[in-house]
Structure formats: C-alpha cells, structure tokens
C-alpha cells in the first residue's frame, strides 16, 4: 500500500482528533501534490529532507507558526526571503576541499554574503585576528590544523574571540562528533552535504540582522538560472541522483557539471591511494580519503557510492577485529563504483583541453608560505594529495625558486 492509499484509509477512519499527515517523496510533480491533498495529506516534503525544514513542518502542524506550503523547485522560500535581514554580513568559510569550497561560495553567494576562505585551520586563526567576521564555518577533517585544534586556539585568544560564532561543518552526523565541536566551542553543527535551507538557517541564527546599504536589494531576489547546453548528457550517466545533485548547487546545472567533472579528476586515483594507505598502515589519511570521498559523492547524489564510503570509514574508524577481515567485501564494491562513474563522466562531459601558455604570476608571499607549509606537511604524512597541491601552485612555484623547481 503506498502513501495515498494509506492517507485515504486514514481519514476514512475518522480519527477524533484527526491525525496530521505528511508525505515524504523523492517526486515533485504537480499532479503527485494534488493527490496528496485530495488525500487529506497536509504537507509533501520532497526528499532529502533537512532537519530545519522537519521541525519547522512538526511545529506548524501541531499548532506554532504558520508556514508557507510545499514550493516547486526554483522558487523563493520564506526563509530565503528572510535572508535579507543579514546581506552583507561577512563569512569566513574554512575548508580544504576545492570542490566543497565552490559549492559552500555558490551558497553563499546566492544569499548575498561577503566571503573569504581559508583553506585549513592554521590559516583560519590567523585571519579572524586580521578581519571582523559575522560567523565561521569550519570544517572539521582539515590539514596542518583542522576544526577543533581551530577553534580551541580562537577561544584561547579571549576577549571578541571568545564570542565569535563558529559553526562545524562536518560529513559525520554521529552525536559524539557533535559532543566534540560543543566541547571545542563551536555554537553549532552543520551537517555535509549541505542543505540550502539547513545552512540558510543557521546563518539566520547566528548573525545579528543588519542590511548592508551597499547592496541593492533587487539582487537579493533568487535569480533563474540558465538550463546547460549539455546537461542532457547528465541523464546518460548510472548512479547519480540528479535531483539530489542539483538541489545541493540550487538547480545551477552550469555548477552541477563543473562539480561532476572535478570530482572525476580529483578522485580518478583514490583507490590506488586508498589501497597505498592501508597498506603502510597510515590509518589517519585512508579515513581522511574516504571521509573526502564521502561528502563529494553527497554532494553530487552519487547515494550508493557514499553508502561505500561512509561503512568504509566507520570501520577504519572503529575497528576491533583485523582490518582486513572487514574491509575485503567493500573495497571492491567501492573501487567498482568510482571508476564507473569516472568513467562515465569523463565519456559524456570532459572535453579535451586545449594546451594554454601559463600566465604571469607574481609572488604573494603569504600564500607561497602556506603553500610550502601544507606541501611538506602532506609529504610528511605521505600523503598523495601533495602532487594536487604541487600541481595547482605550479606557476607560483616556479616563479619563487626558479632553477630548484624541477629537480624538486
């Protein structure tokens, strides 16, 4: 018996008091809303459904405020709108994934905030002593300094730091992993991948209102954003949840494909690291692999892929038996699913790119220092990710050291 059928025998009852009813569905289609009315069926949330937009639906039905019903993708929400109240407000986001970083900044942009961004906790410390911030969001899973180690040394700095918001940001929902970011200091916890309305919310707590004058108030208003050329070739790729995708990057398919494409190039040879990792018994960084991987294939709706790294994870992070004797089943499976949608996805959307001369760089010293910190920390750790770090700072370090470049 599916959900309509159900409601419809409910109210058939004629419960004194009627219970409220609503219906989850991964569907938005108009006519599935109608029947769910003609049901009696009070609210519809489409799935994934975040936990703001749950309680808010409990406390309208069982008698608090008032709320706006269901809304089709693209339209504006009650909280969107709300939004307003906090334009200008500054963030620094602190996060070391380029490809959460990017949809964290669409995020924000979208609710028309002024964002900076540190790419670790070190970097983080150092530029709330320098700017006035509004609120942080910080990830926990970082190098060089992650979340916690952050956000103990902010609160130590005392006096305005003491009272600095500071919001996780984390892929692990458990309630000891709460327990941890309260512990440190943090105000709140925001759970990967983020929701739009979840992150809006917290944003909504957090900062004081004011509105910027310096921000006309006609782009506040959410925008409609152009449909793709190619995004029809999205639907030819197996195992991705594309509305699940598309509601992370707030339907913005131009965004949806950059995600898919970097995830393709950034991940392509996680198995091999993951395997290189366990292998040398370097517990630390193969849990820190699959956490990565994890919150990118939530972001992109990749469901089945993030259940593999997810059980991974939890394992390597809480095993009492040889590691091997667990692991063996789900390596596989994972390995499987990641090269077939690399592979997928480098099939339908990768172009070949066209060899561009580098630009002229100039030396930012205080970026070359972190660059320099993060790479031999990653080396350090044996970490592969230091060719990426390498790779992506190429132009800046020839620049510095010239000759010594190559050879290194």
């Known amino acids: 018996m599916n959900g309509i059928a159900a409601a419809r025998q409910i109210k058939a009852l ?38 703001s937009l749950l309680f808010n639906t409990v406390i309208h039905l069982l008698g608090g405020q008032n709320r706006q019903k269901y ?67 910080m990830d926990m899973q970082m190098p060089v300094m992650d979340g916690i180690a952050a956000t103990l040394t902010i609160r130590e700095l ?60 006609t782009m506040v208003e959410p925008q409609q954003h152009e449909p793709a050329a190619n995004f029809s070739k999205v639907h030819a790729i197996e195992g991705l949840n594309i509305n699940v995708g598309l509601k992370h990057c707030l339907g913005k398919q131009t965004l949806y494909l950059s995600l898919l494409c970097k995830f393709a190039e950034t991940q392509k040879q996680l198995p091999q690291q993951l395997n290189h990792a366990l292998a040398t018994d370097q517990m630390k960084l193969a849990e820190r692999l699959v956490h990565t991987l994890k919150g990118l294939a939530g972001n992109l709706g990749a469901e089945e892929l993030q259940k593999n790294a997810a059980a991974i994870e939890t394992i390597i992070h809480t095993h009492q038996v040889p590691l091997s004797v667990q692991l063996h089943p789900l390596l596989e499976p994972l390995t499987t699913h990641l090269q077939n949608l690399v592979s997928q996805i480098e099939q339908n959307l990768q172009q070949p790119k066209p060899i561009q001369p580098e630009p002229p760089v100039q030396v930012d010293w205080v970026i070359l220092k972190n660059v320099i910190s993060q790479t031999v920390w990653l080396l350090e750790e044996n970490n592969p990710e230091a060719i990426d770090k390498v790779e992506a700072n190429k132009a800046l370090l020839k620049i510095a050291f010239e000759e010594q470049f190559q050879p290194f």
């Not at 602190?94 to 070190?122: C, H, T, Y």
Request: with cysteine; net charge negative.
């Open 14 to 51: 004629d419960l004194t008091p009627p219970p409220s009813l609503v219906m989850f569905s991964g569907f938005s289609q108009d006519e599935l809303i109608a029947d769910a009315e003609d049901a009696g069926i009070s609210e519809v949330l489409i799935k994934p459904i975040s936990s």
């Open 71 to 137: 809304l089709p993708a693209g339209s504006a929400t009650s909280t969107f709108e709300s939004l307003k109240t906090i334009r200008g407000a500054k963030v620094l986001l602190v996060e070391d994934n380029l490809l959460n970083q990017e949809v964290a900044i669409e995020l924000l942009k979208e609710a028309m905030l002024s964002i900076d961004v540190a790419e670790n906790g070190e970097v983080a410390v150092q530029m709330v002593q320098k700017h006035s911030y509004d609120i942080v969001l």
């Open 158 to 217: 005392g006096g305005e730091f003491a009272e600095l918001h500071i919001v996780a940001m984390t892929a692990n929902a458990m309630l000891s992993d709460r327990e941890a970011c309260l512990a440190a200091g943090m105000n709140d916890h925001l759970s990967k991948p983020i929701e739009p309305e979840e992150l809006w919310n917290k944003l909504l707590r957090w900062i004081k209102p004011h509105i910027s004058t310096d921000i006309p108030s």
